[in-house]
Each structure stands twice: as structure tokens, then as C-alpha cells.
């Protein structure tokens, strides 16, 4: 491994429990990097250790080839955005930027230069002398990443920085963030829970549980390739089919015995061979709903089904699907005007179709509770 | 501020209870406090018929500058040492477990239920050339056998700390428990050290706490009379005992009110000089702010 900043064989306890279990992770320079999961699943405190809040009880976190595990917060360049943002109440903008620079003893005229240049960047000239109990949410988080920025740390640490934020500001400042990296190009770590952040800001993702990474990868990989059935219905919505292998179909697929379903076509990646048992994870909108039934293609799946709920959500619709004993989650884009189609009603006979290579298999043992979706 | 200068008919209404309660047990007393002070003394110990600025000339009595001087550095050192004792003791409280802290708390207060008077004496007895601080610090060779601990100003200063103290730490613990320790954090996340972290941003966080400490043992101790009384001997007196020999002694009660009258105004100097200090952030100071 010759990563950037390298966590090597990291584990915390807190009595009996662990919180970060044996996680290796190396990180590139200048890399977006989010950790992912669910509240309790340890990213925030490996983001602590990384930050020097919390010592690792085992293992080794490597920045630029120096070991930096016990040194104090204070002596590693590494710089924190918290999630309150922990702006000091008792200075003004300038101040609570200029925090970093004066602790390091840098001239007045540095300190003047360097904080103006933060100001620019997070374009909040005119309130400089605001305190912070006069700013608003958004011009918090921003102060707050620039008194980060500001020190020119290695790597900038982001602790849920958008979760006080509501839905319209969280948005904006997430491209704010995107932009911000861009121009100062250096790494980001970014915890938080919400996918679609993780999603949208990141080169790579890890998606942690209960202390353990179950998956490193792209947005692409995670969405499409999820490896375990917890990673699959963390990000986005999913449909998992439980059935047994009957046979190889082809180089690359398999057929599917599926209970209540005709057989199933699938990629098969992980060369499952007959006769094992796996859950076939299909996403919500690589499913095509149509009244009419598609015509046959090959290594395309087609079952029959009845329409149970439609919800219209603007930008695309989520029909329920009943087939047999089971209910397939489903959602179409709206390429044209919605009404010029006539739409699909409740309790209307539908047929639901998907490529083969839209499915991916996961080995049983992986699916946590999928059965009831 | 402009938004309070015009109270509403019904606030007024609403407040005029307390502000009746004020003047008539506090503003109209220290009033007449301050009229004494021109009236004659007569021999029965009672007030004489008339004005007269006999007892302001008595405020040049030779002995009172002293008297006066060791009042106010008796006070300003007492005050110091106990506000310096609460920071650190009301930072490790904040930082304490939950179930810590009520325990700590509760050591805080536990003096208070023993009195007051009882206590100083006990002081008295520990102090006493036979007592157990002298015979321990005697054995232990820290003190020679002639040193005498009490019946000095330093034997006021110890007593009046320790009966103090918790006048110092209560305030300043709740603004310390309302601190967000995380701002610690933030600070050694920029690179600050422990010590810059806890003067720059702790510090700061809770000088309101520190302001209300400060007034809570100064004012007190400015007019305390029974600690230099009991421990303090002649070369301890403060003129809160000053204004009681006057009283119980020369049976002068002029003289005694133009004592205490200037005891009043030494005391008014630092709280107008806290209010004007805590109006001067922007905010005005609210009533339950005030000890």
C-alpha cells in the first residue's frame, strides 16, 4: 500500500464494544473520500483517530509516509469541520478563521492576506466582523470550513457537516463543497449517513457497518455492484429475489429457479455454480413496467404482475408490483409530458421486464432481512 | 437597548410589586443609612436632633486609612485566590462524568450545612497554638513552635477562602456546565496546545461566570465583619468590624452609618463597574444575573 494517508489495522473498543473493528483503508492525495453508514456503524470515530480525538487501541494511520497515530490533535496537519461547526461564540468571522494563524504565531500581515483569500473563497467579505450567533446556517458552515482551510492542512476531516442544515441549503452546499475542493485540490474525508451526499460528492465511498467496511468503491461500483445485501438496500432501493442456481447459461450467466417466478436469467460474475442458493438484487428503476408484453429478447427477464400502489413524484413515478406472493418496487422516468401517455392505474395487469446484466447475485449469507420487500 | 427604555403600562404593572419590595427593604434603609451619617450621635447611644458633618470628619480618624486599605486588599487578594481555585475546580466539574459532577457538586455545598459561625470557629481551633494545623505543621517541621497562625491578616485570608469558595465556584460552574467542550476540541483540532485552548477559548466562554464569581465574594467579603472578628485579632480588623465596634462599643450609630455608608459606595463601585462592563458587550445585564 502506498496511499496518501493509510489506515492500517485500525480497532477502538469502548469496553466490550468495538466501534472500529480491524479496517485497512489507504486514501489518495487529493482524493473526495466518504465514509458511509448508518449512525453507531464507527465512521465518526475513525474520523476522530484520523483527527487524533481518539487513540486506536490497535493498528497504524499513516499520513504521508509519517506515522501519526499519537501525536496530539494539535501537532497533526489534519484540520476538522464539525458537525455543530464549534465556531468560537466569542469571535467574530475573521477571528474564528484567523484562529489557526494566530495559534502558529504567523505576522499580522500573513494572517490579514491569508484570511482575506478564505473570505473570497467562501464569499463572505461583507460579514467578517459578524459574530457567529449572527450568521445563518449555511454562513456557519462555511466559516467553519474555511477556519479549517485556512491552516493548509493535509488532509480536511468533515464530520456530518450538512446534517443542521435543511434540504434546499444542504443541496447548495454541497456543490459549494464540490467547488471548494476543486479550487484547493486537497484530500477530503467526508462522513456521513445520507447516501445521496456520499453519492454525489465522492471519487470513492466506503460503506461501514458495525465497525467493518463492506464495501470500497466508486459511486458506479456501490450503486451497481453492491456486494453484500446491506450495502444494496443502504444505498438506494432495491428488489431482492431468493432462489437457487440450476445452471450455466452461456460464458457469463446463469439461470435462476426463482419460487412463484419462471426461470430467471442473471450475469454471473462471481461464477456461483448450480445448485447454490443466492438473492438476485434487481434496482427499482432498471425494472420496465408496460401494459403490453415486451416482445421475447434474449437474456431479458419478463414476469406478469398486478399494479397494487402508483406514486407520482414529479420527476418519475414508484409503482408497487404484485407478482405471485411478492411485491417488486419499481420506478419509471418520465422521458416525455406524463400525460400524454394514458397512465397506469391500480389494480391494472402490468408485465415487468430486465436485462440479465441488471441483475447481481448475492450469496445468501449477505442478505440481512430482505425477505419482507 | 432602545426597546427597553419605554416599559408598557402593563410591564410596569407587572414589576411594580418587586420594585415596592426593593425600595422599601433596600433603597429607603440605605438611605436612611446615609442620613444618619449627617445626624449628632447623643449619649444614650441614639440619634440626636439636627444635621451635623461630625461623622464625616470622623472618617479622618488616623487609624481608618489602614483599616481601610487592609479591607480593600484583604478583599481583592480573598477574591482572587478563590476565583483562581474556581476556574480550575469548575473546568474539571464540566468535564466530569454526569454522575461525577453531582457528587462534586454536592462537596460544593456541603459546608453550607454546617453554620457559618460554627465553622470559623472550628478554624479557630485548628489555628490555635495547640491546635491540630499547628501541632501537624510543628511536626512536620514547616512552622517553628513560636510562630503564632492566628490573630493575623493571614489567618483572615485562609478563612475567608475557604467559607468563600463555593460563592466563587457555584457561578462560574454554571457557566462552565453550559460551555460547549467541543469548542476545546475545535481549538486543539487548529493546532492550539491545552493551555492556549483553555485561556482563549474556555476562559472567554465563561467570563460571565467569572464576572458574577467576582462580585459574589467581593461583595461580601468587603463588609465582613465576624471572620476578622473571630480570627483576624487587632492586626486583622476590617472595617466591617470597624462599623460593629462603633455600634456595640461607642454606642455612635452616625459615626457607625458614615462607615457604612462608605462601605456602600465601595461596594456599588464594582457592581456598576460589572454592569457597565456586561452592558458594554450589547446586551443588557437581566435581573437573575445579579447575586
Redesign the interface.
Known amino acids: 500500500m502506498d496511499g496518501f494517508l493509510r489506515i492500517e489495522g485500525v480497532t477502538k473498543r469502548y469496553g466490550d464494544k468495538v466501534a472500529v473493528d480491524d479496517v485497512t483503508l489507504s486514501i489518495e492525495r487529493g482524493e473526495f473520500f466518504a465514509l458511509l453508514g448508518p449512525s453507531g456503524c464507527g465512521k465518526t470515530t475513525l474520523l476522530r483517530m484520523i483527527a487524533g480525538f481518539e487513540r486506536p487501541d490497535a493498528g497504524r494511520i499513516v499520513l504521508d509516509g509519517e506515522d501519526i497515530k499519537s501525536l496530539p490533535p494539535n501537532r497533526r496537519k489534519v484540520n476538522t469541520v464539525f458537525q455543530n461547526y464549534a465556531l468560537f461564540p466569542h469571535l467574530d468571522v475573521f477571528e474564528n478563521i484567523a484562529f489557526g494563524l494566530r495559534v502558529a504565531r504567523r505576522p499580522q500581515r500573513e494572517i490579514d492576506e491569508e484570511v482575506e483569500a478564505m473570505l473570497e473563497l467562501i464569499r463572505m467579505k461583507e460579514e467578517r466582523r459578524r459574530k457567529p450567533d449572527q450568521l445563518s446556517g449555511g454562513q456557519r458552515q462555511r466559516v467553519a470550513v474555511a477556519r479549517a482551510l485556512v491552516n493548509k492542512p493535509r488532509v480536511l476531516l468533515l464530520d456530518e457537516p450538512l446534517a443542521a442544515l435543511d434540504l434546499k441549503l444542504r443541496q447548495h452546499m454541497l456543490m459549494e463543497l464540490d467547488l471548494i475542493h476543486d479550487r484547493v485540490g486537497i484530500t477530503f474525508i467526508y462522513v456521513t449517513h445520507d447516501q445521496n451526499e456520499a453519492m454525489s460528492l465522492s471519487d470513492r465511498i466506503a460503506v461501514m457497518q458495525e465497525g467493518r467496511i463492506s464495501q470500497l468503491g466508486s459511486p458506479v461500483e456501490i450503486y451497481e455492484a453492491p456486494r453484500s445485501g446491506f450495502v444494496a438496500s443502504f444505498i438506494g432501493d432495491a428488489n431482492f429475489l431468493e432462489g437457487r442456481v440450476l445452471a450455466e447459461a452461456g460464458p457469463e450467466h446463469c439461470r435462476l429457479g426463482v419460487p412463484g417466478l419462471p426461470d430467471v436469467i442473471c450475469y454471473n460474475d462471481k461464477r456461483i455454480s448450480p445448485g447454490e442458493a443466492v438473492s438476485l438484487l434487481v434496482r427499482p428503476e432498471k425494472l420496465r413496467i408496460s401494459r403490453e408484453r415486451p416482445d421475447e429478447a434474449p437474456l431479458v427477464n419478463v414476469v406478469p404482475g398486478t399494479v397494487e400502489d402508483v406514486i407520482y413524484l414529479g420527476s418519475h413515478t414508484r409503482y408497487r408490483v404484485r407478482v405471485g406472493e411478492r411485491r417488486f418496487s419499481v420506478e419509471q422516468q418520465h422521458g416525455r409530458f406524463f400525460l400524454d401517455e394514458k397512465p397506469i392505474r391500480w389494480e391494472e395487469p402490468v408485465w415487468l421486464a430486465w436485462h440479465a446484466d441488471d441483475g447481481t447475485m448475492l450469496e445468501l449469507a449477505d442478505v440481512p432481512e430482505a425477505r419482507g420487500r | 437597548m432602545s426597546g427597553r427604555t419605554r416599559a408598557s403600562g402593563a410591564e410596569l404593572a407587572a414589576t411594580a410589586p418587586s420594585f415596592l419590595w426593593l425600595a422599601l427593604f433596600f433603597v429607603v434603609p440605605t438611605l436612611l443609612v446615609f442620613a444618619v451619617a449627617f445626624r449628632p450621635s447623643d449619649p444614650y447611644g441614639g440619634i440626636g436632633a439636627g444635621w451635623t458633618l461630625e461623622s464625616l470628619r470622623a472618617l479622618g480618624n488616623p487609624s481608618y486609612p489602614a483599616i481601610i486599605w487592609r479591607t480593600v486588599w484583604v478583599s481583592v487578594v480573598a477574591t482572587v485566590l478563590c476565583v483562581a481555585l474556581a476556574i480550575p475546580t469548575a473546568y474539571a466539574m464540566a468535564r466530569a462524568p454526569v454522575r461525577w459532577r453531582r457528587t462534586i457538586l454536592l462537596l460544593v455545598v456541603i459546608p453550607f450545612w454546617t453554620s457559618f459561625l460554627v465553622r470559623v470557629f472550628a478554624w479557630k481551633t485548628l489555628l490555635h497554638p495547640d491546635g491540630l494545623v499547628k501541632s501537624l505543621l510543628v511536626a512536620l517541621g514547616l512552622v517553628q513552635p513560636e510562630t503564632t497562625l492566628l490573630y493575623n491578616v493571614g489567618a483572615v485570608l485562609l478563612v475567608t477562602v475557604h467559607t468563600d469558595l463555593p460563592f466563587a465556584i457555584l457561578p462560574i460552574y454554571a457557566a462552565a456546565e453550559k460551555f460547549?467542550l467541543?469548542?476545546l476540541?475545535?481549538?486543539?483540532?487548529?493546532?492550539?496546545?491545552s493551555w492556549?485552548a483553555f485561556r482563549r477559548?474556555f476562559l472567554?466562554?465563561i467570563?460571565r461566570g467569572i464576572q458574577n464569581g467576582v462580585l459574589m465574594v467581593l461583595i461580601p467579603v468587603l463588609g465582613s465583619y465576624v471572620v476578622p472578628d473571630i480570627v483576624g485579632g487587632p492586626s486583622g480588623e476590617m472595617l466591617g468590624g470597624t462599623i460593629a465596634q462603633r455600634v456595640f462599643v461607642d454606642r455612635n450609630l452616625p459615626n457607625a452609618a458614615g462607615l457604612a455608608a462608605l462601605l456602600a459606595l465601595a461596594v456599588l463601585l464594582p457592581l456598576i463597574g460589572a454592569l457597565w462592563l456586561q452592558t458594554r458587550r450589547g446586551r443588557p445585564l437581566r435581573m437573575e444575573e445579579l447575586p
Open positions: 460547549d467541543r469548542l476540541e475545535a481549538a486543539r483540532d487548529l493546532g492550539a496546545g492556549y477559548v472567554p466562554g467570563s
